[in-house]
């Protein structure tokens, strides 16, 4: 039996951040959650302040086949790197390395519009292999 599960992204800027992931994975913002005409709603019936409604966005895959993403506003920065990251799947695992390359290389494009900057390009026995980047907050990912 398996087990529903999302990935929780600490940060700085909720909001700002959840529209970078939202670009850079064709994921939507998700549902109001049920019984509620609006987040906003919800955010009532709970009594969470005002001042507070931007200290969480939440994402989903319009498919619904792949993992929430949720991102929770914190007070402290982010400090070192990630010991668990994304991989950005541009390539296509099966496609031979000439097919796979200009497929990254276009996704890395389209990230760094989106905020991303590209933190190292990975090559193996001299061939180009994937591309480790930042999100607008400093975290790490691969598009592969």
Not at 11 to 38: I, N, T
Not at 40 to 69: F, K, M, N, S
């Amino acid at each position: 039996m398996t087990v529903a599960w999302g990935v929780t992204v600490d940060c700085a800027e909720p909001v700002r951040l959840a529209a970078f992931w939202r670009e850079a994975l064709g994921y939507v913002d998700a549902p109001v959650p049920e019984g509620f005409a609006s987040r906003e709603e919800w955010l009532i019936r709970w009594e969470v302040p005002p001042q507070e409604w931007d200290a969480a966005a939440y994402l989903h895959d319009p498919g619904g086949a792949r993992p929430t993403l949720t991102f929770l506003k914190v007070p402290e920065p982010k400090t070192v790197k990630n010991r668990l990251h994304l991989d950005v799947k541009a390539g296509g695992r099966d496609r031979p390395q000439d097919e796979r390359w200009p497929s990254i290389a276009e996704t890395v494009r389209r990230l760094i519009v989106a905020g991303a900057t590209v933190v190292e390009e990975v090559a193996v026995a001299g061939v180009p292999s994937h591309v480790v980047m930042a999100d607008p907050e400093g975290n790490e990912f691969c598009v592969v």
